[in-house]
């Protein structure tokens, strides 16, 4: 492993009159062949005496990394190579996951997902932007609270594991620009007004104990190529290899939030956009994230919902992927038209509930017209970025070599209900890829590889970006994108072909 921190065990001979050289030389001459120049801080100064007599001259060095030297941030006596850990994670609007590394072997020895305590100051991004904007105090509030989420999740690791943050060696953060804002304690309007642009979208190496981590070392923070790309993506494409790929690959990550990248090793364009909270249960009237409780997954047998939930407990709402599976069931059923409205004739659970048509899908739990019409905006808003992309490199869709869904949410879609409403584009389904929580995974990748720090130089160099709102054809693209699948229904045969097998197809 060549990662952003090492553990190294040294026997160094004792002075002596011909040998009189200082400690803090004894000991970077033991690691100048190998680490170049090293950097020992005045913490590490201070204990050498008699940390080095009493050790009896066997030291174990603990080197982090800082972006342009090695320095030694830890000195312990005897050999403790073998304790050498470090930690990576992934900053979420709503959930910080962090997972604990033995940076010796790659091993991931404890993972742990906690609510990201800025919640109390506004479930979306932008109601916490207003409340910290031009106001320090707020700030700080906020940056507090994102300390403690993690420190939440360092407890939770050491009852698990025994190991101490104190033991961390090095950490890597993966976030989107706001979050990677509130981290360090920079206002972040800056974000969402124009000019765009940010405080900072290169961080790198930050030390820890100044971000408030109990522990000696650096924290490298994924860097951004602009206010709506974050560096969640960019530890996406480190995750993905999408770009040192030869064939030309989708990336696209959807929540409140869609992201956006479409290339290979020759050439990179990203964009993003809102896509709207409804793919994540926010503004559907009985949506939830997933919990215990919720709705994941929906089939429709006759006039009966066959219906999964979280933990086998009684519905309590119905969350993402359960959303996709209801809209799909319903279009293909016949119960929602092309156009995405309700056809209340098609069934007795389709009824007028608080003055708009409904489905009841589980007991006291209904889809509404208004959340379907949300639903439907936000996978056109996904669909379109894109088809835009597709339409601006002039790339048919069958050349893509894969097509990467990211993120939580597409981990649990059903790839068949995506395809059927037009979420997903029509294409062999082995070539739809769910890689899972790249913003993590590339996290662990650059806290075992140093050499990602270029990789990812070259990726924010090559990187041309797209800000769809500023799209005019956008929203023209996006009203045939809200039908389902599509206006063009041409686009979609396997839906049309399942749709002629259940009779509905007109």
């Not at 420190?151 to 009852?159: G, L, T």
């Not at 959807?254 to 709207?276: K, Q």
């Not at 309590?316 to 069931?329: F, K, N, P, Q, Y």
């Not at 739809?432 to 790249?438: A, C, R, Y």
Request: proline share 4%; charged share 25%.
């Amino acid at each position: 492993m060549d990662g952003l921190s090492k553990k190294v065990y040294m026997e160094l001979a004792l002075p002596t009159k011909e040998d009189a050289v200082s400690s803090q030389e004894r000991i970077l001459r033991a690691l100048r062949s190998e680490f170049g120049q090293v950097r020992i801080p005045c913490r590490i100064l201070r204990i050498l005496y008699p940390l080095c007599e009493q050790a009896e001259w066997k030291l174990t060095a603990t080197l982090a990394f800082n972006g342009q030297e090695w320095e030694i941030t830890k000195l312990e006596a005897g050999d403790a190579s073998g304790r050498h850990y470090g930690v990576c994670a992934d900053l979420g609007s709503t959930t910080v996951i962090v997972q604990l590394v033995n940076c010796n072997t790659g091993e991931i020895l404890s993972q742990e997902s906690v609510y990201n305590e800025q919640i109390a100051f506004g479930t979306d991004i932008l109601s916490r932007i207003f409340y910290a904007k031009d106001n320090a105090e707020h700030l700080e509030e906020i940056r507090l609270a994102t300390i403690r989420s993690f420190q939440k999740a360092f407890r939770a690791i050491q009852e698990k594991t025994g190991v101490a943050p104190e033991d961390y060696a090095a950490m890597t953060i993966a976030g989107n620009m706001t979050m990677m804002h509130f981290l360090i304690g920079m206002d972040a309007f800056c974000i969402f007004s124009a000019p765009y642009a940010v405080r900072a979208d290169r961080p790198d190496f930050l030390r820890a104990e100044e971000l408030g981590f109990p522990f000696a070392g650096y924290v490298y923070c994924y860097p951004a190529k602009a206010n709506y790309v974050g560096g969640d993506i960019i530890s996406g494409m480190i995750a993905t290899g999408l770009p040192d790929k030869e064939e030309i690959g989708v990336f696209l990550d959807v929540g409140t939030n869609g992201e956006l990248v479409v290339g290979n090793r020759d050439f990179l364009i990203c964009g993003a956009g809102a896509a709207g909270p409804a793919l994540e249960g926010g503004s559907v009237k009985t949506g939830m994230t997933a919990v215990a409780g919720a709705v994941q997954y929906v089939k429709l047998d006759g006039q009966e919902f066959i219906l999964d939930v979280i933990g086998g407990d009684e519905p309590r709402g119905i969350c993402g992927s359960g959303i996709v599976d209801l809209t799909a069931e319903l279009f293909l059923h016949g119960w929602v038209d092309i156009r995405g409205r309700l056809v209340p004739e098609a069934s007795d659970k389709i009824r007028t509930v608080e003055g708009e048509y409904a489905v009841e899908y589980a007991p006291g739990l209904y889809f509404y017209q208004s959340d379907l019409d949300e639903f439907l905006r936000t996978k056109a808003a996904a669909g379109t970025m894109v088809e835009y992309m597709m339409n601006l490199i002039g790339v048919p869709m069958d050349a893509i070599g894969e097509f990467m869904i990211a993120g939580a949410f597409g981990t649990h879609i059903n790839k068949e209900s995506a395809v059927m409403i037009g979420m997903y584009p029509d294409m062999e389904r082995e070539r739809l890829i769910l890689p899972g929580n790249t913003s993590l995974k590339g996290a662990y990748e650059m806290l075992l590889h140093r050499e990602n720090l270029k990789r990812v130089d070259r990726i924010i160099e090559q990187m041309e970006y797209v800000q769809f709102g500023e799209v005019e054809q956008f929203i023209h693209l996006m009203d045939g994108a809200r039908a389902l699948p599509h206006t063009d229904i041409e686009r979609y045969p396997s839906v049309k072909k399942r749709l002629k097998e259940l009779g509905t197809w007109k």
